[in-house]
């Protein structure tokens, strides 16, 4: 007969890394153990951001800031008079256009402008509107685009140009009732 019998091979089939008595309960205590410690060791990480210490910042600023809205609505009256090309000029243009400041053409240098008012009024908008070199995007800002264009003619105009100032649009003549 064999060696084999019915116990020793139902013995061999259920062996496990674990032997003793010993051995289960250390398995068991950290079984438990160590996700404790994962657990705590995550909170740690989650929680260890780079923060001011108590009192460096005003927390209601820095709050206002993380959930401030993304866009705004203006309105204007649509009925205003627009400005003429002098008033929005000393009221925008002439920080930079006066002093000459970040490569700013003079307002009167007529060598500076004449390679400018060259290229035509459209180009002159079109960069004043935008935005050239260190000077920022006009349009959109507390001018119309009229407005600009009419700056733009006075500075041009003032630096040996002879552009035609834009004029406002004319609204459409209703029709006459009763005809």
Not at 23 to 35: D, H
Request: charged share 20%; net charge neutral.
């Amino acid at each position: 007969m064999s060696d084999n019998n019915q116990a020793t091979a139902h013995e061999e089939d259920h062996t496990g890394p674990i032997k003793n008595p010993k051995q289960l309960l250390m398995a068991v205590f950290f079984s438990f153990l160590v996700p404790i410690f994962a657990i705590i060791g995550l909170v740690y990480y989650v929680t260890s951001d780079k923060k001011p210490a108590a009192g460096a910042v005003n927390l209601e600023k820095a709050l206002a800031a993380r959930i401030q809205k993304v866009g705004t609505i203006e309105i204007r009256d649509a009925n205003r008079v627009l400005k003429n090309g002098e008033e929005v000029f000393k009221a925008q243009c002439a920080a930079c256009h006066v002093t000459g400041a970040a490569g700013a053409p003079k307002v009167g240098d007529a060598s500076a402008w004449g390679p400018r008012i060259s290229t035509g009024y459209e180009a002159l908008l079109n960069s004043a509107l935008k935005g050239k070199g260190a000077m920022g995007a006009q349009g959109g800002g507390d001018f119309e685009t009229l407005e600009i264009g009419r700056a733009l003619v006075y500075m041009t105009n003032a630096s040996g140009g002879s552009l035609e100032e834009p004029k406002a649009p004319t609204a459409p003549v209703a029709p006459a009732e009763g005809k």
